[in-house]
T-cell receptor
Framework: GENVEQHPSTLSVQEGDSAVIKCTYS??????FPWYKQELGKRPQLIID?????GEKKDQRIAVTLNKTAKHFSLHITETQPEDSAVYFC???????????FGTGTRLKVLA | KAGVTQTPRYLIKTRGQQVTLSCSPI?????VSWYQQTPGQGLQFLFE???????NKGNFPGRFSGRQFSNSRSEMNVSTLELGDSALYLC????????????????FGSGTQLSVL
């Protein structure tokens, strides 16, 4: 069945370092890959997304890369700050299914 | 624009009872999805509604049901509650989902935290 694997489950980095979270999806029909950030006790918020016709997308300190052949996509956060501490979820969706398959989340801790 | 609103924020129920959760989407959004969030399991898709029609359903037992009203507001119901139903239930809305070859961005509510005792 459809599945998204996300690694690592927890990640601790020093402030200013980079963080990378990786996801692998199983459904080759997936064509949309969003990333959500969920701070403690708050709602998941979309931070960046990428469609299957693009290999990389950047937004300030955040970037996402997609390798369709390997069915991998990754979130890169540079110059991490304490406010980046949160749980990050990747997801995959395919047109016309109206559902997102989420990874199990990565708890990122940025140490000051 | 007001965001996605879910009520109530917290619920405590006992096994065997039933519960109804409510979701008001962002104004103009006609698609509403529901997800169950549990520690370590991420977000699991429950169902999606558009124009009062369920377009997709996840792998949950029939005790989980939902509906959407003509104003796009949605409710989900869980009957005969079990301890394992304790979770954060998140509602998300998007514009239409009818883009055909494109998916719409999802905007989440704050969720309803359900505890089953």
């Amino acid at each position: 069945g459809e599945n998204v694997e996300q690694h690592p489950s927890t990640l601790s980095v020093q402030e200013g370092d980079s963080a990378v979270i990786k996801c692998t999806y199983s459904d080759s029909a997936s064509n949309y890959f969003p990333w959500y950030k969920q701070e403690l006790g708050k709602r998941p918020q979309l931070i960046i997304d990428i469609r299957s016709n693009v290999g990389e997308k950047k937004d300030q300190r955040i970037a996402v890369t997609l390798n369709k052949t390997a069915k991998h996509f990754s979130l890169h956060i540079t110059e991490t700050q304490p406010e980046d501490s949160a749980v990050y979820f990747c997801a995959a969706a395919s047109s016309g299914t109206y559902k997102y398959i989420f990874g199990t989340g990565t708890r990122l801790k940025v140490l000051a | 624009k007001a965001g996605v609103t879910q009520t109530p924020r917290y619920l405590i129920k006992t096994r065997g009872q039933q519960v109804t959760l409510s979701c008001s989407p962002i104004s103009g959004h006609r698609s509403v999805s529901w997800y169950q969030q549990t520690p370590g399991q991420g977000l699991q898709f429950l169902f999606e509604y558009f124009s009062e029609t369920q377009r997709n359903k996840g792998n949950f037992p029939g005790r989980f049901s939902g509906r959407q009203f003509s104003n796009s507001r949605s409710e989900m119901n869980v009957s005969t509650l079990e301890l394992g139903d304790s979770a954060l239930y998140l509602c998300a809305s998007s514009f239409s989902g009818t883009g055909g070859h494109t998916n719409e961005k999802l905007f989440f509510g704050s969720g309803t935290q359900l505890s089953v005792l």
